[in-house]
């Protein structure tokens, strides 16, 4: 009997101490969870309090759902008071950037909006700059390439070489022209410049809207030439020489705390790149060496292999 007491005894501890540090484990995984749930939804629902929202638009312009969704949500935010969008951009495609600059527009009926441009703010870099209203520079920033391209490759005298023949059925002689396979004919030239021209006409005038330029001001401006900072400055691209100080001081002239903090808004953990998940391709792209934040893609430069259609960007790669 003395041994089976015992053994009740026993199996009392022995399940009191399996209670106790299942009771552990279970606060350990839930402060897990609420940590990562904290970090994962922290960029969603924006700081728990008040502060500065920032926004970083680099590499090449795209059109960006999450970049897009991610403005409107700092916009509805009533945490955010003000707003700088850090641009370290060479361009890219002239759709991305009106859509990006048309959702910074909205924002900026809201909250009071500067733009900080970081090492590049060319082409539709430069488009989405001009949204703000208050754009600061550093003195050897590169600021500019107002213009419009597009570009496609001509190979057939490649085709003629491996012996490669194209043939084409299609309703109207302009259907999918120009092309690679094909010279390009002087009809088809006239109307893709017929087509950069209007754009460029609408990339003009943006700039004369939003910036103390005449459209002849701004005319001679767009002619695709780049400036420094300093440069940009003197003729009235940029308002101010400086950085996140001077942005800042800018937002304290227009009623925002001058003591707030800069919370940097970044993009949502559910992102992919190359079909992995968001986490796991930023993984790889910190263990690569490379930005976590910008995307494996980015880092690696093969985002540009989808430019296409209508272009504002400085110096494309080929």
């Not at 495609?93 to 009926?109: K, N, P, S, V």
């Not at 109307?191 to 006409?201: E, F, G, Q, T």
């Not at 002849?216 to 780049?226: P, Q, V």
């Amino acid at each position: 009997m003395s041994l089976r007491a015992d053994d009740l005894i026993d199996r009392r501890r022995l399940r009191r101490k399996l209670t106790f540090w299942r009771v552990v484990a279970f606060a350990v995984i839930a402060v897990a969870l609420f940590s990562t749930a904290r970090w994962i939804f922290a960029d969603q629902f924006g700081a728990a309090g008040n502060h500065i929202a920032q926004v970083r638009i680099e590499g090449t312009i795209l059109e960006d759902d999450e970049l897009l969704d991610r403005i409107k949500r700092i916009r509805e935010s009533n945490a955010a008071k003000g707003v700088i969008i850090t641009v370290d951009s060479p361009g890219g495609t002239t759709a991305g950037g009106e859509a990006i600059f048309d959702e910074i527009r909205l924002l900026a009926q809201e909250k009071p909006v500067v733009a900080q441009v970081g090492t590049l703010a060319a082409s539709a870099g430069y488009m989405v700059a001009s949204a703000a209203d208050h754009i600061v520079a550093r003195q050897s920033s590169i600021v500019g390439s107002i213009g419009v391209l597009m570009q496609y490759p001509d190979v057939t005298e490649l085709m003629d070489k491996v012996g490669v023949k194209l043939v084409a059925i299609k309703s109207s002689r302009l259907k999918a022209e120009p092309n690679p396979f094909t010279p390009t004919t002087e009809e088809e030239r006239a109307m893709i410049r017929a087509m950069i021209l209007d754009s460029y006409d609408w990339f003009v005038d943006l700039v004369a809207e939003r910036r103390p330029l005449s459209r002849e001001e701004a005319l001679r401006l767009a002619d695709g030439s780049i400036f420094t900072g300093r440069q940009a400055a003197e003729r009235k691209l940029v308002d101010a020489l400086g950085g996140e100080r001077e942005a800042r001081q800018w937002l304290a002239e227009k009623g925002v705390d001058a003591d707030l903090e800069v919370v940097e808004w970044k993009a949502q953990d559910s992102r992919t790149s190359l079909l992995l998940p968001g986490m796991a391709a930023r993984w790889l792209a910190g263990a690569l060496g490379f930005d976590p934040q910008g995307g494996l893609m980015r880092a690696l430069g093969t985002d540009r292999i989808f430019l296409d259609g209508l272009l504002s960007v400085w110096q494309p790669e080929k």
